[in-house]
């Protein structure tokens, strides 16, 4: 158990600098118009957490899947993770648990960052 949260926490820590990285990057080359930095990070973790889940089909490692995909995936990004589950929704033919998950997420996440901002101006 130690070892898992050890592994997971080392890659967590390293994906979340590479985000911080690559949106201090985006920001100094790129128009502020658009969060870039969260994009660029969001469309990268999910090519990586793809590449990496399907290496791991063949290669499976409970360690390299901490490390990586749960770990330094998880610090790069949550979207990452959000997109694979959708993907094996759409994979295993449930469409209506892709919707629901999908939409739900989305606007339950919208409406809840309103709410909490809204929270904050009654203290």
Known sequence: MIKNILLIG????????????TSQYADKYLSSVLPYGTFIANILGSLL???LLGYLVDHPSQNFKLLLVTG????FTTFST???ENFSYLQN????LFLLY???SVVIGLLTVFAGFNLVKLF
């Open 10 to 21: 080392l890659g967590g820590g390293l994906g979340s600098i590479a985000r911080y990285a």
């Open 49 to 51: 957490i793809g590449v």
């Open 72 to 75: 330094f995936c998880g610090g």
């Open 82 to 84: 959000f997109t694979y």
């Open 93 to 96: 033919g449930q469409i209506g």
């Open 102 to 104: 999908t939409l739900g």
